[in-house]
């Protein structure tokens, strides 16, 4: 059973525009949320988090929003820059596992300039 | 800062052999996080190590095992190799258990091939 879903494997951008990646989750004992950024023959860079308690959390071109009752986040890249072209990982912590990350299946963004 | 390292970058085995490998955390993490990560899918836990011992196992079976040593460097055991086994082996490290919201930091893993 997949707990954590990108239902988009890719996107194309502009640079500068908005890029908005979707993240849908089913488990409500998901109490910290984080995404990831992979590019090919690394491994995943830690990009920004949120608490299960706010509904937003910003870093710079980086925003993270949350919607509990929908069970959905997303990740909002402005202006976006040809260098976030990546895979980008969803992952939730399961509260009854410490650190354990439940990662969803990515999306991969590409900017195009 | 020394990041997490993990050796060897890439390995090929035969089905039924066994396989180490290593990863050393990065400085001031004492917890290790193994995940397998297959081809187009996000990574999977297999387990988590604090002060030496397994606290944590996600759905792997036995022939998967591990190891902490006291400087929290880790080791990922894998026993009679399966096709299926061919994955990227990603380590990773934190301070605390996860309790706090600490992220996860990576390594660049392995890329470990079964024939």
């Known amino acids: 059973d997949q707990q954590v879903k990108q239902n988009s494997p890719s996107l194309s951008v502009q640079e500068g525009r908005i890029s908005i990646l979707n993240c849908d989750y089913t488990?409500?004992?998901?109490?910290?949320f984080l995404w990831y950024k992979k590019y090919p023959a690394e491994g995943p860079t830690f990009l920004i988090s949120i608490s299960s308690i706010k509904d937003k959390n910003e870093d710079g071109r980086f925003t993270v929003f949350l919607n509990k009752s929908a069970k959905h986040l997303s990740l909002h890249i402005v202006p976006s820059q040809p260098g976030d072209s990546a895979v980008y990982f969803c992952?939730?912590?399961?509260?009854?596992?410490?650190?354990?990350?439940?990662f969803g299946a990515g999306t991969i963004l590409r900017v195009k300039s | 800062e020394t990041g997490v390292t993990q050796s060897p970058t890439h390995l090929i085995k035969t089905r039924g052999q066994q396989v180490t490998l290593r990863c050393s955390s990065q400085?001031?993490?004492?917890?290790v996080s193994w995940y397998q990560q297959a081809l187009g899918q996000g990574p999977q836990f297999i387990f988590q190590y604090y002060r030496e011992e397994e606290n944590g196992r996600g759905n792997f079976p036995p022939r998967f095992s591990g190891l902490q040593f006291p400087n929290y460097s880790s080791e990922l055991n894998v026993n009679a190799l399966e096709l299926d086994d061919s994955a990227l082996y990603l380590c990773?490290?934190?301070?605390?258990?996860?309790?706090?919201?600490?992220?996860?930091?990576f390594g660049n893993g392995t890329r470990l091939t079964v024939t």
């Open positions: 990773a490290s934190s301070q605390g258990q996860g309790r706090n919201n600490s992220p996860l930091h």
């Open positions: 488990n409500s004992m998901f109490d910290y």
């Open positions: 400085s001031g993490h004492n917890t």
């Open positions: 992952a939730a912590r399961d509260m009854e596992y410490g650190n354990k990350l439940v």
